[in-house]
């Protein structure tokens, strides 16, 4: 069994920075890939990033490209989203999902592509 764990969500000002990061258990943790999405309220949950599971690629939404950077440490079982100029349109609880069978298409952006997600944190950007 795989099970995500997110933190590191909160409230913050716009043009700040948070950094989430998605705890994942199982021994196979490096063979995975990852990915972060994001639901806002009212809204269906959105592709935000995807890293493979060496670190070696990853793909991000146009939304976020240049402003959010995803990396994983393998050593720590562990895959983190640094989230920089932070806009209120970035405001939803975000969710962390491994694909256990690396069998994404890139950049994984379909939800049907992850096998786990955790249950999410929550970012919240004033203006």
């Known amino acids: 069994q795989v099970q995500l764990v997110e933190s590191g969500g909160g409230l913050v000002q716009a043009g700040g920075s948070l950094r989430l990061s998605c705890a994942v258990s199982g021994r196979t943790f490096s063979w995975y890939a990852v990915g972060w999405f994001r639901q806002a309220p009212g809204q269906e949950r959105e592709w935000v990033a995807t890293?493979?599971?060496?670190?070696?690629?990853?793909y991000y939404a146009d939304s976020v490209k240049g402003r959010f950077t995803i990396s994983r440490d393998n050593a720590k079982n562990t895959v983190y989203l640094q989230m920089n100029s932070l806009k209120p349109e970035d405001t939803a609880v975000y969710y962390c999902a491994a694909d256990i069978n690396n069998d994404y298409i890139p950049p994984g952006r379909h939800e049907y592509e992850y096998d786990y997600w955790g249950q999410g944190t929550q970012v919240t950007v004033s203006s």
């Open positions: 890293i493979s599971w060496s670190g070696g690629s990853t």
